[in-house]
């Protein structure tokens, strides 16, 4: 066995009951105990030799780190928690950069299908979906009966989610 071990070792075995004791005192959870001392000695472990030498004298400053470290992750959490739970039920969905560039390619083979209509069906389409238009107005307008705009309606959206299927 080299030096280096048995001096991790001996370092283990002298500081590790306090270091335990450290932990349980401030996070009252024995798991988390244990894992933030294994992590300690993993920190000291990665130390050159020379940093290693003098570890006994700041094993509890590495200690104390890594609980600030713990605090800060645990607040960005709860903050992250709180904000989804803020958001929750009020139709707003959180922001997922893979949704969003699913959204914008979506949106993009929509305006694409859109231009692919012929002219009077997208007309129709459009003033019914997005200027919310009757099919009474659209087709006194068009000087077609309401059934006629239903089928344009139909086919504008029956075009438009084929587009959509294709692309998946």
């Not at 509890?60 to 709860?78: C, Y």
């Not at 969905?93 to 979506?106: L, Q, T």
């Not at 919310?132 to 438009?160: N, W």
Request: proline fraction near 2%; charged fraction near 30%; hydrophobic fraction near 40%.
């Amino acid at each position: 066995m080299s030096d280096r071990q048995e001096a991790l070792m001996d370092m283990h075995r002298d500081h590790r009951p306090g270091l335990l004791a450290f932990f349980l005192r401030r996070v009252h959870n024995h798991s988390e105990a244990e894992d933030l001392t294994q992590e300690v000695f993993a920190r000291i472990a990665a130390m050159d030799d020379r940093e290693m030498r003098r570890a006994d004298a700041y094993i509890f400053q590495v200690a104390a780190n890594l609980l600030r470290d713990r605090g800060r992750r645990m607040a960005v959490r709860s903050d992250y928690v709180a904000g989804a739970r803020a958001t929750e039920g009020t139709g707003i969905d959180p922001i997922d950069p893979h949704r969003v560039a699913a959204g914008r390619e979506a949106i993009h083979i929509l305006r694409a299908g859109l231009d692919d209509l012929p002219e009077r069906t997208r007309q129709i389409f459009l003033l019914f979906r997005y200027e919310h238009l009757d099919h009474r107005t659209i087709a006194d307008s068009f000087g077609i009966s309401t059934s006629a705009v239903q089928k344009h309606i139909y086919r504008a959206m029956a075009y438009l989610v084929d587009r959509l299927g294709e692309a998946e």
